[in-house]
Nanobody
Framework: VQLVESGGGLVQPGGSLRLSCAAS????????MSWHRQAPGKERELVAS????????NYKDSVKGRFTISRDNAKNTVYLQMNSLKPEDTAVYFC?????????WGQGTQVTVSS
């Protein structure tokens, strides 16, 4: 199993970023996918999740209305569109898969929101 995140970077408050996570090594369309983040000195937290078919999504309260999780099962890729970014969104963002009770994590991508 391999998960490779991309799309992080430095953005000003109010800006947007789209994170991507390319997956391989398992049946992607059958996996629950999610994005998590970890800020310095804080625990890793769930940001958003999406079911295998893409019909069920869940979000952390503080990102509802600003972030959108989606997936393209033909490309084995899950996305996180982040709009109206705030300084408190600064963190390393990780992609996670759960397939047949096996859990895998990507290496993370840094998102920094600062003026």
């Amino acid at each position: 199993v391999q998960l490779v995140e991309s799309g992080g970077g430095l953005v000003q408050p109010g800006g947007s970023l789209r994170l991507s996570c390319a997956a391989s090594g398992f049946t992607f369309s059958s996996a629950l996918m999610s994005w998590h983040r970890q800020a310095p000195g804080k625990e890793r937290e769930l940001v958003a999740s999406i079911s295998g078919g893409g019909t069920i999504t869940n979000y952390k309260d503080s990102v509802k209305g600003r972030f959108t999780i989606s997936r393209d099962n033909a490309k084995n890729t899950v996305y996180l569109q982040m709009n109206s970014l705030k300084p408190e969104d600064t963190a390393v963002y990780f992609c996670r898969s759960v397939y047949r009770a096996f859990e895998s994590w990507g290496q993370g991508t840094q998102v920094t929101v600062s003026s």
